[in-house]
């Protein structure tokens, strides 16, 4: 079997992706290929069409087409239905789009990896309240954290998504009433002490510029807190928001090893085996 794979985004040629695909099919023997594959959202639909003509087995989706491809999949994983965005999809024997998210369990293992507490922490503080943060704040309910506070530049789109995870917690069986998720401003002294900040914004990808209110956030973390960013950059100088915390003397790590798991975890949805990580991680650090 040939293995046709592919990251379908605009903008992507600064993606990381094919290096370590790539560096997984060569550790099992497969034969197969990783492509980047740049389609403008008015192209999306015919793109794809492309890609199953073509018998292609599956693609990662990123920014900005992960909502648009949630709705053209003909199935949606728990995960994809749970977060309402889908960034990796396997196309089946028949042609229907098998969309996943692979968003929570990335953020969750790589979170693990750089945590050196005891899980779960009193307070997280997730910046930012799109789909990534939406994984996130599933990923810490799971984790077992109890308060969650979720701030934004948009105050009105954070307090929706606090709203929104309060009311599945409130309806799931067992419920989760120990959990308080919330959406405080911006400028809020928090108690007790956040001891894990989170960025799930862009912020960070295209410059050096911090927001007033995310440099607030890193200044109110707990002295052996961590700050985390999904962001990574591919030099060594690290992303605005982890030099900015590394500053201030604090724990930091940026998206580097999310990036790493979600690949494993797609790997192993198109191929079946488990993503070899060590080699995906060895492949972008060359």
Request: contains cysteine; neutral net charge.
């Given at each position: 079997m040939r293995y046709l794979l592919g990251l379908v985004g605009h903008p992507v040629s600064h993606s990381l992706s094919p290096l370590m695909h790539k560096a997984a099919l060569a550790h099992y023997?497969?034969?197969?290929?990783?492509?980047?594959?740049?389609?403008?959202?008015?192209?999306?639909?015919k793109g794809i069409e492309k890609?199953?003509?073509?018998?292609?087995?599956?693609?990662?989706?990123?920014?900005?087409?992960?909502?648009t491809v949630a709705a053209l999949a003909g199935e949606l994983t728990a995960e994809g239905k749970l977060l309402g965005a889908v960034n990796t999809v396997r196309i089946n024997q028949s042609g229907v789009l098998v969309?996943?998210?692979?968003?929570?369990?990335?953020?969750?293992?790589?979170?693990?990896?750089?945590?050196?507490?005891g899980f779960p922490g009193e307070l997280a503080v997730v910046m930012g309240a799109g789909g990534a943060a939406r994984a996130a704040v599933w990923a810490l309910?799971?984790?077992?954290?109890s308060r969650i506070s979720v701030v934004s530049r948009i105050s009105q789109t954070a307090k929706s998504l606090a709203d929104e995870?309060?009311?599945?917690?409130?309806?799931?069986?067992?419920?989760?009433?120990?959990?308080?998720?919330?959406?405080?401003?911006?400028?809020?002294?928090?108690?007790?002490?956040?001891?894990?900040?989170?960025?799930?914004?862009?912020?960070?990808l295209g410059d050096d510029i911090v927001p007033d209110w995310m440099a607030q956030q890193l200044a109110g973390l707990a002295s052996e807190g961590l700050f985390y960013d999904m962001v990574y950059r591919r030099d060594e100088i690290g992303t605005p928001l982890v030099k900015m915390a590394r500053a201030l003397n604090l724990a930091a790590s940026d998206g580097s090893g999310?990036?790493?798991?979600?690949?494993?975890?797609?790997?192993?949805?198109?191929?079946?085996k488990a993503g070899p990580v060590d080699v995906m991680r060895a492949a972008i650090a060359r």
């Open positions: 023997g497969l034969d197969g290929d990783y492509k980047l594959i740049d389609l403008r959202p008015e192209m999306l639909g890609l199953v003509a073509d018998r292609y087995t599956g693609f990662n989706v990123t920014l900005p087409h992960k909502r969309g996943h998210n692979t968003d929570l369990a990335g953020f969750l293992m790589a979170l693990s990896d750089a945590w050196t507490k309910v799971n984790l077992g954290w995870v309060s009311r599945l917690l409130a309806s799931q069986e067992p419920r989760k009433e120990n959990v308080i998720v919330d959406a405080p401003a911006v400028a809020t002294v928090r108690k007790p002490v956040p001891d894990l900040v989170v960025n799930c914004t862009p912020v960070g999310m990036l790493v798991h979600q690949a494993a975890l797609a790997f192993n949805f198109w191929t079946g």
